[in-house]
């Protein structure tokens, strides 16, 4: 990494992440690092190293990363896969938009890539726009037909007694944290708790 940074510089940092704390960073950090210097990048900070599962929506690398573009501190965030920095269609999109109003652009080593700076990412936004829209409409019909379905087989919804609340909005809640709805709007949505949908999640990733 370099200590001296001229304004044509295009300043890069690296996300990797795995999925558990037993699995190693290597690999990535290798092929970004290679991939970085190939493409002119400079890195201007070690490597972001994130051990979570893809369902995890907390994750405290990427949040340091998307401190630094809020600062323009960086311009280009190197990561090996999309699904590596987004859980789902609606948060790689989100992110993504996040990024770009920072003049920030995510590329990954793959090729399909979010380069802000030329016509194809900024065309690859707003297909991803699309796209998101159409999977949060079928995540929405989903959601509605299996609601009905459960007050068809005699299930009522709200806040039930006990613990058949989790099992009950289980599935929907997943569903919708997979598809990146935060814990406040998945709660609104189903008409349940903060608590129970927290719940819920934190039991599926233990």
Known sequence: MSDTIS????????????????????????DLTAFAKRAGYTLVAPPYIEKASGMKADRKERRKIMAQA???????VLVTELSRWGRSTIDLLNSVEELASYRVSLVAQTGLSFDMATPNGKLMLRLMAGISEFERDLISERIKSGLEA?????????????NKTDDM??????ELRKAGFAIRPIASKLKIG????????QSAAS
């Open 194 to 201: 903060k608590d129970t949908v927290s719940r819920i999640i």
């Open 169 to 174: 909005h289980r599935e929907a809640v997943l």
């Open 7 to 30: 304004k044509d510089t295009k300043r890069a940092v690296i996300y990797c992440r795995v999925s558990t704390a037993d699995q190693s960073c290597d690999r990535q950090i290798r």
């Open 150 to 162: 459960a007050v068809a087989r005699g299930s009522k919804l709200g806040k039930p007694k006990g």
């Open 70 to 76: 809020q600062g323009r501190h960086i311009d280009t």
